[in-house]
Each structure stands twice: as C-alpha cells, then as structure tokens.
C-alpha cells in the first residue's frame, strides 16, 4: 500500500513591507509637506521679484526677511512644546492657517506699509517654524517604523525637488501674474499644507513604542503633571541629552552648515565671478548640488549599512569637498562635481538622522527634540553668514576656505568616535535588524 507523504509545516517568509507610497495617509502627509516647503522657498523669491519691480527697496527686504527668521525661531521651540503637548495634526493646521493668513497681509503691506509687511513676515516665519517639529512627530505617527527611512527620503526628495523646479515654476508665473498675486498664490499653498494631511496613527506610535526600550519605558509610565512650557522645553533637552550620538551630531551638523555651507555660499558668487569670469559656474554648482542630493535620497531610501552612524557621518564629511574645490586653482568641472558629491552626502545624513531620531526619542519628546534640532542648525546658521564675510575680507578667501573644509573632515569624524554614534542608537541592533 502506497502512502503520501505529510508535509511538514513550514513558516512562510514575511512579505516585504509595503512601499510608504502606496499609503495614501503618508500621501496625504507628503503632499502637506511639498506644499509648506514650496511655499517657505517661494517667500523669498517673490519678495526678490518686488524688489525688481521697485515696490520695495533692498533694505526693506533684509528688515522683511530677517523678520521672517526670527519669527520662526520663536515659534519652533514653542510649536515642538505645542506638538508634544496636544495633537500634532492640530499643531500643522493652526500654524499653516496663520502662515496662510500672512500671506493677504503682505500683499496688502507692499508698496504702502513695511510695518505691515514686517509684522506679517513674522507672522509667516512662526506659522513655519510651528510647524516643523510637528510634521517631523506626524511622520513617526502615521508611518511603521520599517518604512520610515524611506518616507523621510520622499521628503526630502519633495524638498529638493522643489528648490530644483521652484525657479522655473515662479519666472514662469511671475511672466502672467503680478507680485500681490504671487504671495496670495503662498497662501494658497500654505492652505494645501493646513487641510490635506490626515491624521496620525496611533498604530504607527505604539509599534514604534514596542521596538524602542527606552521609549517602551516613558510611554509606559504612569505620565506626569503637565507643568510650564519652560519646564516642558527643558524636558524635550534632558530627552536629547540621554543620546549621545543625536549630540554628537547636532554639533556636526551645525559645524557644517555655519562653516562650510556658509563659506561656500559666500565664495562660491565671488570665485564664479573673478577666478572663471563666468554666472554659469554658480548656476552649475548650485544645480549640481540640488540634483546631487535627489541622487542621495534615492539611494539612501534603499540603502541599509550596517553601521549607519558611521555611514551618516561619511556623507556629512563629504560636503568639506566643496569648499576644498573652491580654493584650488580646478576646472569649473571639478567644482560643479564637488557640489554634486556634497549634495549626495548632505542626505546620506539627513535621512538617517531624521529616522534615528524618529526611532529612538521617546514618542512623547519628539516634537520637542525635534525642534531643537531646527531650532540650533537655522538659528546659527545666519551667524555664520554674518561672520564669514569680514573673515574672508581679513584672512583671504583661501585661508578660510581652508579653514572650514578642515572643519567639515575632522568634526563629523570627532563625533562619530562618540558612544553609540556608530548606529544612532543607544544599544546595537541585533544581527535580525
């Protein structure tokens, strides 16, 4: 007698998880996010166009602009407390209504009041500062945690993206439409990011709680007495300052921007024009540098190293090409390749830091440390600027490129020698992970 043989059980692999784009609450969340970064980068344009059509003059600008950067470092520490504190959707919709609700108040303001046009500048800077921290939360609450790398590469891709094509867009509509127009079509864009983005999971968080010990542990805990937006901030720093590799990379991060991505952004018109005699060397770079970082955050929506501190690290190194190509005697082709390479790296970074901190930071803390992220890489970031300009006009253009290529090399390779900079976590994953 014949018999058939049993099959013995066997555990099916689990199925990839779902590509991020195919979730239309991130979808939602994405666009919301295109939509406030294209309208945080047309702002400035716009104001540019009106200075050209002579309905406001240079310093007019600066005081509109400036008014603009210290609105939004006013609101970010307050928007990541307020996103933290109560829902971080709420926190997005009511700081892009008030970012969308300055945009009538310039129109209005241009060419009659520039105390109207500076105090909804400040308007438009806090509605965007606000809601930084929050979407940075809202991305860890409705994407699981496997997927967040490659939702934080859409986004940043979006940004890029949109500093890539902006240009284009607004000489485009700038031929058919006046100034006014232009900054209520802001507003609209800041409406697009109040309505479209849904609400967070709360699946997402809890899942993201499970994986995290330390996180697992203060979400579990019996949670305390709400006190004052001081003592709710100075909590969102204690959290920080339990990851020492989140510090270690705040400081990099910051070396670069107010060194290196200011130098280069103040020699860069100066070497363009006198060493070349050409504007194409600017334009060239610059788009180098737009596309270069795409290229990065394609590939690093892939990309998984092992030691994804390190890795990170590297590719924040890598800007310090940039400056290093302006100060030697290269063709203009070593220098538009530069851009490109400093761009990969810039995002090489950027994704994985995002992630890191998404994972990691208690969910209750994120918005807050969160925001002293934004909080302490754009506010010195126009310290630099201030600075770097009376250093090349006392020191020479070489000897400060010199001086910041050096710094962008050796302090992302300091920090990534701190304790638990090597993965950005506070324990090594696991041969699974």
């Not at 940075?136 to 590469?153: F, G, I, M, W």
């Not at 024009?273 to 050409?278: A, E, F």
């Not at 400093?342 to 970074?349: R, T």
């Not at 600027?385 to 020191?395: C, D, G, M, T, V």
Request: charged share 10%.
């Amino acid at each position: 007698m014949s018999t058939t043989p049993t099959p013995t059980a066997s555990k099916a692999p689990a199925p990839p998880p779902r590509s991020v784009l195919t979730d239309p609450t991130f979808l939602r969340l994405w666009a919301g996010t295109t939509a406030s970064g294209l309208a945080t980068w047309a702002l400035p344009f716009v104001l540019g166009l009106a200075v050209l059509h002579r309905d406001l003059d240079a310093a007019g600008l600066g005081l509109v602009l400036a008014a603009r950067t210290v609105g939004f470092l006013a609101a970010v520490a307050v928007g990541g407390v307020l996103a933290d504190r109560h829902s971080r959707r709420a926190v997005v919709l009511w700081s892009a209504l008030a970012a969308a609700a300055a945009a009538p108040l310039l129109a209005a303001g241009l060419g009659r009041s520039l105390v109207l046009m500076t105090a909804a500048a400040a308007l438009a800077g806090a509605g965007q500062g606000a809601c930084r921290p929050a979407f940075q939360a809202l991305t860890a609450e409705t994407v699981a945690p496997e997927r967040r790398q490659q939702a934080n590469a859409a986004m940043t891709m979006s940004v890029r993206g949109s500093t890539l094509a902006g240009p284009a867009l607004t000489a485009l509509l700038a031929a058919l439409l006046d100034v006014p127009t232009l900054l209520l079509g802001i507003g609209l864009l800041w409406l697009v990011a109040a309505l479209v983005p849904g609400r967070g999971s709360i699946a997402a968080a809890v899942t993201a709680t499970a994986t995290t010990p330390t996180a697992a542990a203060t979400a579990t805990a019996d949670p305390a007495p709400r006190g004052g937006f001081r003592a709710e901030f100075l909590e969102g720093i204690r959290e920080a300052r339990r990851h020492p590799w989140f510090l270690a990379g705040l400081g990099a991060l910051v070396a670069v921007i107010a060194l290196g991505y200011s130098a280069t952004s103040v020699a860069l018109p100066l070497i363009s024009r006198d060493r070349y005699g050409t504007e194409w060397v600017l334009a060239a770079a610059m788009t180098a540098y737009t596309v270069g970082a795409l290229g990065g955050a394609l590939l690093i929506a892939r990309l998984r190293p092992r030691s994804q501190g390190w890795a990170a690290f590297a590719g924040l190194a890598a800007y310090g090409v940039a400056p290093l190509s302006l100060m030697l005697p290269v063709h203009p082709f070593v220098v538009v390749a530069a851009y490109a390479v400093a761009g990969i790296g810039i995002e090489l970074f950027n994704v994985p830091w995002f992630t890191a901190t998404q994972r990691e930071v208690a969910p209750d803390k994120l918005a807050r440390v969160s925001s002293l992220d934004f909080l302490v890489s754009y506010g010195l970031a126009p310290v630099g600027l201030a600075l770097i300009a009376p250093a090349i006009e006392h020191f020479g253009v070489t000897a400060v490129l010199a001086t910041c290529a050096t710094a962008c090399f050796l302090v992302p390779a300091a920090a990534a020698l701190v304790p638990t900079a090597r993965h950005f976590a506070r324990t090594a994953p696991t041969a699974k992970e």
